[in-house]
């Protein structure tokens, strides 16, 4: 069955970088457009960054200059680098698949991992 697994969350300091992970399995990844969105607790599900399977990449304003997507087909794998993290960027970041072109809402999405944990403290 399709399973999304994500990992790289932790804690981090103001100012520091961490790497995000999303293995993919069960499904034909290089036919799929990727996405990260992440969930702060009381807040909605917000649209972080998605690759197209022809790698075009789309961000929010938010995280636009500090994050980079990308994802390795050969390795049906999915990448979300964050540099110059700040506090708001608390929160779980899930991974997701689509069949479609491209989206940046949530229920476009087809399947989605279990999320990690990304904390930056101040």
């Known amino acids: 069955q399709v399973q999304l697994a994500e990992s790289g969350g932790g804690l981090v300091q103001a100012g520091g970088s961490l790497t995000l992970s999303c293995a993919a399995s069960?499904?034909?990844?290089?036919?799929?457009?990727m996405a990260w969105f992440r969930q702060a607790p009381g807040k909605e599900r917000e649209f972080v960054a998605a690759?197209?399977?022809?790698?075009?990449?789309y961000y929010a304003d938010s995280v636009k200059g500090r994050f980079t997507i990308s994802r390795d087909n050969a390795k049906n794998t999915v990448y979300l680098q964050m540099n110059s993290l700040k506090p708001e960027d608390t929160a779980a970041y899930y991974c997701?698949?689509?069949?479609?072109?491209?989206?940046?809402?949530?229920?476009?999405?087809?399947?989605w991992g279990q999320g990690t944990q990304v904390t930056v403290s101040s």
């Open positions: 690759i197209t399977v022809t790698e075009n990449t």
């Open positions: 997701a698949a689509t069949q479609r072109a491209s989206g940046r809402r949530w229920f476009e999405y087809d399947y």
């Open positions: 069960g499904l034909t990844f290089r036919r799929y457009a």
